[in-house]
């Protein structure tokens, strides 16, 4: 009787714009009540010694955990630190919505909105947004990472467009300082999908905006098809790292495969509404895969899931590692929001300091073992990582790899660097082929999302785009305006 009082009580306040009631499948899979009440003040007795407490800043807002199909996390609300203006906005992110923006916060200075509704899509955009930013400037050492045009004291931010236009993608744009998500109906029916309400897709598309300003020189269509593939690699495991960073779904993760990270489930699946609508089965990639680089073409999505998958397996071999040493003393969830927070900022550190331009797989692998052994981590991490990217023809591999293969691997042993006692702790492998078409050839961009589509990432030069800064439309057209000019002259 008390929750029907409190749905009952609680339903009218959720209608949608014009006071529409929301109903359809997706929202039955998500029970109201969605109120936040104001956290209680408790008010005890004087004490002669007041206790100092920081100011509490920040809303809280309402976001998809995942996306609308998975019903085990839903929608939930997270706190984000710091301060956020009617937008929203913060000093790195702004949000745009034609007739919807600026979202107004909530007398407790939140953002809590029905979900589907334009302000909930704005909302929940901007913090899916501002934590993938927030995650990697830990990484960071807690400074600030600047977008690619943030140079000569430029602080301008990056405008986020939940709904941006009616489109199967999403992209983040320089010349525009832009992420734009678009929505679309698929075929055969007429219920919108909203590549926004994607956590895997707003973080993936984050995701170049944080390695554009890394690494500006990437994006351009001259490097290897590998850099291209390690740009979208970079996206879909932003999403997987964004995720087992967030306590609940590490915890939803572990109870629902039994803490196998090659199990099933909604970590390794990318993308599972969009994947659904375009007829597939299990998202749009899957980053639980065995694939090799002769298994795959050129094609950067396509190529992009070898280096994904590889850095997956390390995530689960560590992960196993580490609950074998440590699992008397800690839960299997807090083992693995601490093993994806390390795998993840080894990750940051070598594309950092990867080259600046025609980076390769093998650039980032030998970064990770360097980094790896001169911060300290066991032998065993090292060789987690030679093994899963020799397996998967990046590397050679400098020891045979049956134990992995056989399943006979001592996960106890931290000293462990493979076949054989007598093996060393080897921290620079080679490329496994140099003739190899992946490092080669002419990226295919045909299948990627829509950032590496956009003409500014595909004409503008590699050099133009290494410099940073600003682009403009001119540097798209600089080749045929400089024709002019001649023709004019």
Same mark, same amino acid.
């Given at each position: 009787?008390?929750?029907?009082?409190?749905?009952?009580?609680?339903?009218?306040?959720?209608?949608?714009?014009?006071?529409?009631?929301?109903?359809?499948?997706?929202?039955?899979?998500?029970?109201?009540?969605?109120?936040?009440?104001?956290?209680?003040?408790?008010?005890?007795?004087?004490?002669?010694?007041?206790?100092?407490?920081?100011?509490?800043?920040?809303?809280?807002?309402?976001?998809?955990?995942?996306?609308?199909?998975?019903?085990?996390?839903?929608?939930?609300?997270?706190?984000?630190?710091?301060?956020?203006?009617?937008?929203?906005?913060?000093?790195?992110?702004?949000?745009?919505? $034609?007739?919807?923006?600026?979202?107004?916060?909530?007398?407790?200075?939140? +953002?809590?909105?029905?979900?589907?509704?334009?302000?909930?899509?704005?909302?929940?955009?901007?913090?899916?947004?501002?934590?993938?930013?927030?995650? @990697?400037?830990?990484?960071?050492?807690?400074?600030?990472?600047?977008?690619?045009?943030?140079?000569?004291?430029?602080?301008?931010?990056?405008?986020?467009?939940?709904?941006?236009?009616?489109?199967?993608?999403?992209? @983040?744009?320089?010349?525009? &300082?832009?992420? &734009?998500?678009?929505?679309?109906? $698929?075929?055969?029916?007429?219920?919108?999908? +909203?590549?926004?309400?994607?956590?895997?897709?707003?973080?993936?598309?984050?995701?170049?905006?944080?390695?554009?300003?890394?690494?500006?020189?990437?994006?351009?269509?001259?490097? $290897?098809?590998?850099?291209?593939?390690?740009?979208?690699?970079?996206?879909?495991?932003?999403?997987?790292?964004?995720?087992?960073?967030?306590?609940?779904?590490?915890?939803?993760?572990?109870?629902?495969?039994?803490?196998?990270?090659? /199990? &099933?489930?909604?970590?390794?699946?990318?993308?599972?509404?969009?994947?659904? /609508?375009?007829?597939?089965?299990?998202?749009?990639?899957?980053?639980?895969?065995?694939?090799?680089?002769?298994?795959?073409?050129?094609?950067?999505?396509?190529?992009?899931?070898?280096?994904?998958?590889?850095?997956?397996?390390?995530?689960?071999?560590?992960?196993?590692?580490?609950?074998?040493?440590?699992?008397?003393?800690?839960?299997?969830?807090?083992?693995?929001?601490?093993?994806?927070?390390?795998?993840?900022?080894?990750?940051?550190?070598?594309?950092? &300091?990867?080259?600046?331009?025609?980076?390769? @797989?093998?650039?980032?692998?030998?970064?990770?073992?360097?980094?790896?052994?001169?911060?300290?981590?066991?032998?065993?991490?090292?060789?987690?990582?030679?093994?899963?990217?020799?397996?998967?023809?990046?590397?050679?591999?400098?020891?045979?790899?049956?134990?992995?293969?056989?399943?006979?691997?001592?996960?106890?042993?931290?000293?462990?660097?493979?076949?054989?006692?007598?093996?060393?702790?080897?921290?620079?492998?080679?490329?496994?082929?140099?003739?190899?078409?992946?490092?080669?050839?002419?990226?295919?961009?045909?299948?990627?999302?829509?950032?590496?589509?956009?003409?500014?990432?595909?004409?503008?030069?590699?050099?133009?785009?290494?410099?940073?800064?600003?682009?403009?439309?001119?540097?798209?057209?600089?080749?045929?305006?400089? /024709?002019?000019?001649?023709?004019?002259?």
């Amino acid at each position: 009787m008390i929750i029907q009082e409190v749905r009952e009580k609680t339903i009218p306040e959720y209608r949608g714009v014009a006071g529409a009631a929301v109903a359809d499948s997706t929202m039955q899979l998500l029970q109201p009540p969605f109120t936040m009440e104001a956290a209680p003040i408790m008010r005890a007795l004087p004490t002669p010694t007041p206790i100092p407490l920081p100011p509490i800043v920040g809303p809280r807002i309402l976001i998809y955990k995942q996306d609308p199909t998975i019903a085990e996390l839903g929608v939930r609300g997270i706190f984000i630190p710091g301060v956020v203006l009617n937008g929203p906005t913060d000093a790195r992110i702004t949000t745009s919505l $034609p007739g919807t923006t600026p979202v107004a916060r909530n007398i407790n200075g939140d +953002f809590i909105f029905v979900p589907n509704s334009p302000e909930f899509d704005c909302a929940h955009t901007y913090a899916v947004v501002r934590e993938t930013l927030t995650m @990697y400037e830990r990484h960071n050492g807690g400074s600030p990472l600047r977008f690619a045009w943030n140079t000569g004291g430029n602080i301008e931010r990056i405008t986020v467009f939940p709904r941006a236009a009616v489109g199967a993608n999403a992209f @983040y744009s320089r010349t525009a &300082k832009a992420l &734009k998500f678009l929505f679309f109906a $698929p075929t055969g029916s007429t219920q919108q999908v +909203f590549t926004c309400r994607s956590l895997d897709i707003v973080s993936h598309e984050t995701g170049h905006a944080i390695l554009d300003g890394l690494k500006p020189g990437w994006l351009g269509a001259e490097n $290897p098809p590998q850099t291209g593939g390690l740009h979208e690699s970079f996206g879909d495991l932003t999403a997987i790292f964004l995720a087992l960073s967030q306590p609940d779904q590490a915890e939803a993760l572990v109870a629902l495969t039994k803490a196998n990270l090659h /199990a &099933k489930s909604f970590l390794s699946s990318l993308a599972e509404q969009f994947g659904q /609508a375009l007829g597939l089965p299990f998202g749009l990639r899957n980053a639980d895969n065995d694939l090799k680089l002769s298994e795959v073409s050129n094609e950067v999505h396509a190529i992009s899931q070898v280096f994904t998958g590889g850095i997956y397996d390390v995530l689960a071999d560590i992960y196993a590692h580490e609950r074998t040493k440590q699992g008397a003393l800690k839960s299997p969830t807090v083992i693995l929001m601490e093993v994806a927070d390390k795998l993840c900022k080894l990750l940051f550190d070598a594309i950092v &300091k990867a080259p600046a331009s025609a980076a390769t @797989y093998t650039d980032v692998v030998n970064q990770m073992l360097q980094i790896s052994a001169a911060q300290g981590d066991p032998n065993i991490y090292r060789t987690f990582i030679r093994n899963r990217f020799a397996f998967r023809e990046v590397v050679t591999s400098p020891t045979p790899f049956t134990e992995m293969l056989s399943g006979e691997m001592d996960l106890m042993n931290a000293d462990y660097t493979g076949d054989g006692k007598t093996a060393k702790d080897i921290t620079k492998v080679k490329v496994a082929d140099e003739t190899s078409a992946s490092l080669r050839a002419v990226q295919d961009r045909s299948m990627c999302c829509g950032t590496m589509q956009l003409p500014e990432f595909r004409v503008i030069d590699t050099a133009k785009l290494t410099a940073e800064g600003d682009l403009t439309n001119d540097d798209i057209l600089a080749t045929e305006l400089s /024709a002019l000019k001649k023709a004019f002259k």
